[in-house]
């Protein structure tokens, strides 16, 4: 079993930025990737951008393409979010997910990020 939680959400100004932290730990860690994706009210999840866990492979969403980066640290069993240039509409929980194969098994409980105008 493999537990995530998430960090590091806040209340920030648009044009601010955010760091966000998703924490693995239980049994050893050796995922296929980390992803992060975000829920607003009302509105579907939607990908934010994944790493693979070997070779640090990036993906991202469009609305993350150019402001957000991705990146992971496995000695920490860590990935981190940094969010730049955020804007009102990237309001939303965001959540960290993994999984041993190309699926995503595990979900983090999620952190609230609030972007004001």
């Known amino acids: 079993q493999v537990q995530l939680v998430e960090s590091g959400g806040g209340l920030v100004q648009a044009g601010g930025s955010l760091r966000l932290s998703c924490t693995a730990s239980?049994?050893?860690?050796?995922?296929?990737?980390v992803g992060w994706f975000r829920q607003a009210p009302g509105k579907e999840r939607e990908f934010v951008a994944a790493i693979r866990w070997s070779g640090s492979r990036t993906y991202y969403g469009d609305s993350a393409k150019g402001r957000f980066t991705i990146s992971r640290d496995t000695a920490k069993n860590t990935v981190y979010l940094q969010m730049n240039s955020l804007k009102p509409e990237d309001t939303a929980v965001y959540y960290c997910?993994?999984?041993?194969?190309?699926?995503?098994?595990?979900w983090g409980q999620g952190t609230q990020v609030t972007v004001s105008s």
């Open positions: 239980g049994r050893t860690f050796n995922p296929y990737r």
């Open positions: 997910a993994t999984g041993a194969a190309a699926s995503y098994d595990y």
